[in-house]
């Protein structure tokens, strides 16, 4: 007996939820997140839009302005092109997390005694906030007693404030994320690598294949989905840079190492007094660009739902 | 490299490799190893300038027993207290909605399901406005209750995603055959999916754990004194009590970290699986 032939021969007497079970359960186990999603991510997105419209401190009546916070952000703010600038540095940067964690998985793809435990302590760093991994990376700069001054004096170079010269500091905030983001990307392509075919590779091998033409011909077309998670994690990590720039320099020095969300934050919840809509503004801003990505990830899942089904 | 595998190569190439990896271990865990080796230091050593010659004294329990006398494990209670309502509550919220997605076909399920995806990539800084005055507003501001509402719901987007991924790749044949014995739809969820999911509930919990523990941003948006602030927030103002006391800031990270490492080692297989949902097609 089908579904169907069920339902039809359900008798009339049984209640409402009996006769409409298939099509009202989805409801029922859907609306509770579906009503805390809405409430709490959906619904402020269009309040944000809503909220740059206005000049606003959060407490008094708040005063409609049309669109003179963006006129001001994008002609006459000196700060929001370097957030947008450093954005764009974190953007590129970060992305060298990928190479990074699949030249370490490269290196630890191997079976040797005692390999699991390389392989997690060198994941260690993804795990620990990164709150810490700022902390840990403001004393490795440390101009006075950091290990990395240590390092390079042993070359015979000067000692260097990185964290404090404003042409560096951005970087040097940069390194510290890319620490976490490559062990990221490392632990994916070890699950890639365990679903390589090695079949495939004997056959390539047999074919002459080796050394880093096995790598780009053989290896990393089988390592595609993996290179397209770490890409969807990397630069949603690099848009997001909030926490790290917030303890290692606080936006300094001479605020040269904002970024868009950190200066949103500085701006609304600052104590140079609170700008919300400038600061919603700011906000909207940077989901536009996140919007790019998402709309390229989601169409890439759309594709990969139909082919699927 | 890979793919040849290193026990096919010659003896002195499989000597190198097994010489080179604790080496290339102790070059990336470096940061790491210097702040664990101020955290055993005396005071005095860094009036000296003695920050990395042999510690004049071990000071281990000194240290330690410092940072457990000061505001530290008040914060760290917090986040447990945050972290784990959160886990409980998205969890079960996705699983509910991943069992709607994963196992109904209806019209809106494709649109319902990206946008939860969607709703898990914005900027937090899009939220940030209306979810403090939503919070203000609810009388939730500086709670650990305001925190966990909001953590819930926005990881309800990832949680989903994962979720739905899972259910949708069991094997359909046991709902039908449930079906045709006439247990009822709630049940299906209750009896059948539920019990399958054990692996994905495990991964998820301990991935949200990670998650939630590590958050900074919304600790400092929603929070803001010792009654409520996570040990990610609570640490800067540990920090600014010990200030340039190198010893106990040092020792302090290491307590505020150590949760979660603890959670990755022993769930190590879980955390894993859970992070890779969808590297391996």
Redesign the interface.
Same mark, same amino acid.
């Given at each position: 007996?089908t579904?169907a032939d069920?339902m039809h021969s359900a008798p009339l007497q049984k209640g409402w939820y009996a006769r409409n079970?298939?099509?009202v @359960?989805?409801?029922?186990?859907?609306i509770?997140?579906?009503l805390?999603?809405a409430?709490?991510?959906?619904?402020?997105?269009s309040?944000?839009f809503y909220?740059s419209l206005f000049e606003w401190d959060?407490l008094s009546e708040a005063e409609y302005i049309g669109l003179a916070n963006y006129e001001k952000l994008l002609t006459r703010d000196r700060a929001f092109n370097i957030s947008i600038w450093n954005n764009a540095k974190w953007l590129v940067f970060y992305l060298l997390a990928i190479p990074g964690g699949l030249f370490i998985?490269?290196?630890l793809?191997? @079976?040797?005694p005692g390999?699991r435990l390389?392989k997690?302590?060198?994941?260690? =760093?993804f795990?620990?906030?990164?709150?810490?991994v700022g902390?840990?990376?403001t004393?490795?700069y440390d101009p006075t007693?950091g290990?990395f001054n240590?390092i390079i004096g042993i070359f015979g170079f000067d000692p260097v404030n990185v964290l404090g010269d404003p042409k560096l500091a951005t970087y040097g905030i940069i390194i510290a994320g890319l620490?976490p983001q490559t062990a990221?990307c490392m632990?994916?392509?070890l699950?890639?690598?365990?679903?390589v075919d090695p079949e495939q590779?004997e056959a390539a091998?047999l074919d002459g294949a080796?050394?880093l033409k096995?790598?780009w011909y053989?290896?990393l077309p089988q390592l595609r =989905?993996?290179t397209f998670?770490?890409f969807v994690v990397t630069v949603?990590g690099a848009?997001?840079s909030?926490?790290l720039i $917030?303890?290692m320099t606080n936006g300094g020095p001479f605020g040269s190492t904002r970024v868009?969300?950190f200066y949103?934050?500085e701006k $609304?919840?600052s104590e140079y007094g609170f700008k919300?809509g400038y600061?919603?503004a700011?906000?909207?801003i940077?989901?536009l660009i996140?919007l790019l990505?998402?709309g390229y990830?989601?169409f890439r899942?759309?594709q990969d739902?139909k082919a699927g089904h | 490299?890979?793919?040849?595998?290193?026990?096919k190569s010659t003896r002195s190439t499989?000597l190198t490799?097994?010489a080179l990896?604790p080496f290339?271990?102790l070059l990336?865990?470096?940061?790491?190893i210097?702040?664990a080796l101020?955290a055993i230091r005396p005071a005095v050593d860094?009036t000296t300038?003695n920050?990395?010659g042999m510690p004049s004294e071990l000071q281990f329990f000194e240290n330690f027993g410092q940072v457990l006398n000061s505001a530290m494990p008040r914060y760290i209670m917090n986040s447990f207290l945050i972290t784990i309502p959160t886990v409980l509550g998205a969890v079960s919220?996705?699983a509910?909605?991943g069992?709607?997605?994963g196992?109904?076909k209806?019209k809106s399920?494709?649109f319902?399901f990206?946008?939860?995806?969607?709703?898990n990539?914005?900027?937090?800084?899009?939220?940030?406005?209306?979810?403090?005055d939503?919070t203000l507003d609810l009388g939730l501001y500086d709670t650990k209750t305001g925190l966990i509402?909001?953590h819930?719901?926005?990881q309800?987007?990832f949680c989903?995603l994962f979720m739905r991924n899972f259910i949708k790749a069991l094997p359909f044949e046991l709902i039908?055959a449930a079906?045709?014995e006439?247990i009822?739809?709630?049940q299906i969820?209750f009896y059948i999916v539920l019990p399958l999911m054990k692996p994905a509930l495990a991964a998820l919990s301990v991935l949200i754990f990670?998650f939630i523990?590590?958050d &900074?941003?919304w600790a400092i948006?929603l929070t803001q004194g010792e009654n409520a602030q996570p040990v990610?927030a609570g640490?800067?103002s540990f920090?600014a009590q010990f200030r340039a006391m &190198?010893h106990l800031?040092?020792a302090g990270?290491i307590v505020?970290?150590l949760p979660?490492?603890a959670?990755?080692?022993l769930m190590?297989k879980h955390f894993?699986a859970g992070?890779?949902l969808?590297?391996?097609?």
């Open positions: 007996m579904n069920r079970e298939i099509s @359960t989805p409801w029922l186990f859907l509770p997140a579906m805390m999603f409430l709490y991510v959906i619904w402020p997105i309040q944000s909220t959060g998985a490269l290196f793809n191997q @079976t040797v390999i390389y997690s302590l060198f994941f260690f =760093p795990v620990i906030s990164q709150i810490v902390l840990v990376f004393w490795f007693f290990l240590g620490w990221y632990i994916l392509y699950t890639g690598l365990n679903a590779i091998r080796k050394g096995m790598l053989v290896i =989905p993996a998670i770490a949603i848009l997001r909030f926490d $917030s303890i868009l969300s949103m934050f $609304s919840l919300m600061g919603a700011i906000a909207v940077l989901f996140m990505f998402i990830f989601l899942m759309y739902e | 490299m890979f793919p040849k595998p290193i026990e499989q490799y097994q990896l290339a271990l990336w865990l470096a940061p790491l210097a702040v101020f860094f300038g920050y990395w919220l996705s509910m909605a069992f709607a997605l196992i109904y209806f399920n494709l319902l990206f946008m939860f995806i969607a709703g990539f914005v900027p937090f800084q899009i939220l940030m406005i209306p979810v403090r939503l509402l909001f819930i719901a926005f309800t987007g989903t039908e079906r045709v006439g009822r739809e709630w969820f990670t523990w590590n &900074y941003f948006v990610t640490i800067t920090n &190198y800031m040092s990270s505020a970290a979660p490492v959670m990755f080692f190590q894993i992070l890779t969808g590297a391996v097609k």
